[in-house]
């Protein structure tokens, strides 16, 4: 009965390719074109500029980073050039689409298997949207992926922070996103409890200069998190 409700809601309403918008076939569950596909297999095997591994391989970090996160983690590389990557990061803020923060979530799930501690200690958490950002799309995907990722690795997923102001980091220069994500992120009043002695796993959809990331960790370290990672769907790559 689901599926047949599916399809009919597919003939009014075709889906489409989150990528590059074109029409599927009504019956496509899939979520992108064929076209779309390949490239994002493609675009998966870009290689770091310093140390030649693929994204998902890589774990160099942005500087600011450096004194606060233990290791960054991120699936595909973000090139602000219209890219598969970054039109599923751009798809994924501006729409509440389960079945590609699975995708992306999953994706996620699958960089950091091989280095997550044992599952007991592990929180993970977000890097969360305002909450003027979030009333405006309705979602906070950064919250969806970490959900995701926490239900696969059967661990608790915790929102720890408050972001105040309306302030978008992406309108921002690297010096003026340093100082904006300084004053943004609150932590919330029973962090320190949950997190002592623990791992913090800390999600975002992308990361750029690394600002939001550490902000967010060195607080996490200040409540008594033993660690912290840093796992982001697209990393920002210099082309
Ligand atoms: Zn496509
Ligand atoms: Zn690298």
């Known amino acids: 009965m689901k599926n047949i409700v599916k399809i009919a809601l597919n003939i009014i309403f075709p889906p489409k390719c989150a990528a590059c918008k074109e029409i599927l076939p009504y019956y496509s569950t899939a979520l992108m074109c ?7 297999e493609t675009e998966k095997e870009t290689k770091c500029s310093k140390c030649g591994k693929i994204i998902s391989m890589c774990r160099c970090m942005p500087e600011s980073c450096k004194d606060s996160i233990d290791m960054l ?3 595909a590389p973000y090139t602000s050039s219209g890219s598969v990557t970054d039109r599923l990061v751009l798809y994924a803020k501006e729409n509440n689409d389960r079945s590609l923060f699975s995708f992306m979530a999953n994706e ?10 044992s599952a007991e200690d592990i929180i993970v958490t977000f ?34 922070f408050r972001k105040r102001g309306k302030i978008q980091q992406k309108t921002l220069g690297a ?3 340093a100082e ?21 796993l800390l ?7 690394g600002a ?9 370290l200040n409540a008594g998190a033993q660690r912290v990672y840093a796992l982001t769907f697209a990393k920002t790559v210099k082309k």
């Open 180 to 200: 904006n994500a300084e004053n943004s992120y609150l932590l919330l009043k029973n962090t320190a409890e949950n997190v002592k002695g623990r791992t913090v």
């Open 34 to 40: 064929d076209k779309c596909c390949e490239k994002w």
């Open 73 to 75: 983690i991120s699936v």
């Open 212 to 220: 939001s990331l550490s902000v967010c960790a060195k607080q996490l």
């Open 175 to 177: 010096e003026k996103r």
């Open 203 to 209: 999600c975002d959809d992308v990361v750029t200069t």
């Open 108 to 117: 996620m799930t699958a960089a950091i298997y091989a280095d997550l501690p």
């Open 127 to 160: 890097v969360p949207r305002s909450l003027a950002r979030k009333s405006e799309t309705g979602h906070d995907q950064s919250e969806y992926l970490a959900k995701i990722v926490a239900e696969n690795f059967s661990v608790k997923m915790m929102r720890l």
